[in-house]
């Protein structure tokens, strides 16, 4: 039997059927499109089909010079938007040979552990909606709707900041912002149990995730998936313990990894790493050192003519940038190497041989941001 | 830290030309030897490349780089593997049963350059449409030409 269904045929027997989550669905987050061949209620096969909001950064960026092409980036995954940046940044920097002053990697360091937690605070939310918890949501978006205003006062914008520029940050901090910070760490300890008791020690939800989605170990490596994905499954991938970048050499913090590798795995993973989080943000909010805010870099950068790595940890993975100069204002070719796109890979060997249903619990779990993955 | 594999690859490959790739240590293999160099990366105990983190091509207007950013997690150290092709008929063994994580890497690098990976399981256009002309990150495509080809065959333009 051939089943039309797009521009693809997908041949199947008379026991399976095919069908089409996405691509606007509630549990995608985003366009993807995926296309599962069933028996009964189980998973047979499993296709992603992307591009739906493929935008081209990586050609506009040729065509854009090193200061503008960086705020394109905070449309990949705009739930790390400042921690996008601040990679295109640091590569920037790197090509450069600038000095950064150590007020603005402090700074810079302060406000990507505040995206990480914004971020995780709307994956924990989404993953008890996606699970059929409404409640989780509304207690999630009371403290990130906090951090979203501090981001407000400091850069002028919530989501998509554009704080990073090459050399330092766009502006100085606002003179609330210690207090408001110190602020909204004191509510989130205090306010951390009720994490546990909505969702963690919920027995619909422990029940739903437990066992359900195994990634395993050599699976997850030979996929290379990294960030909270990867770290469940007993892998140490931590760039900012591997190749401490900002100011993560003078922070202490623990590498969250278990090895268990399945759904909870992975929403325990993400969530201790919230903790670490408001640990490495404790460390440096009352040591903020006093000085420069940015040096001063010439309007037109050129970059000598060569190859530039810089990688950082973003909340969802590893993003590498791959910049190649021919020595003029433009860059030559970029490549962002994003860390959801990896990690949808493990969508299938996750989900092969469950049910139907578990697939919402694993993308949930997944945090895809789709945006990231076509670019 | 990073630790450098650079002798333990002398050793294996004397005849590679050992370079830097972005500050990577990163060696130049011919079209024709990528399979079984690689093979061998994957495979050595003290080298162990079992991630292969990236795969990119950039288009040199002469030839087409592609760029495989090998990486150990048990060793920690990382690899760049360059090759060079004709831009013509640009072809590549796949790297689908080394590393699973080519598979995407592979459709995504077909899209852009229109570099057929031979063995892949399902080679397809990733992002871009079916029956989409030309491959969008080479350097003879020009965008602003395609988008006012667009507008101009529907009929969208505003100054005809």
Redesign the interface.
Known sequence: MENIIGSQIIQSSDDEFIINVGPQHPSTHGVLHLQLKLDGEKIVDLKPFLGYIHRGIEKMSESLNYKQFIYLTSRMDYLSAHINNQACCLAIEKAIQAEVPERARVIRTLMAELTRLASHQLWWGSTGLDMGAVSPFFYAFREREMILEIFEETCGSRLTMNYCVPGGVMNDIHPDFVRKVKQIIKQFRDNLHEYDELLTNNPIFQSRTIGVGYLSREEAISLACTGPVARASGISCDVRKKEPYDAYDRVTFDEIITTEGDCFARYKVRLEEMKQSMNIIEQLIDNIPAGEYRTKIKGIIKPPAGEYYQRVETARGELGIYLVSDGTNKPYRIKFRTPNFSNLGALKPMSLGGKIGDLVAIMASLDLIIPDIDR | M?QQPEAIITQIFPDLPLGR????VAITVKQDDLYTVCTQLRQHPSLDF?????L?A??RTTHLEV?Y?LRS?SR?HDLIVKTELNEAQPELPSMVPL???A??FEM?IYD?FGIVFKGHP?LR??????DWEGY??RKSYN?NEVADNYLKSHQLLINQ
């Open positions: 990073q790739w972005a500050q990577l079992d991630m292969l983190v990236c990119t950039v288009d760029i950013h997690t920690n590393w699973k994580s598979e995407l995504e852009m399902d256009r990733l992002f871009m449409p079916e969008p990150l965008a």
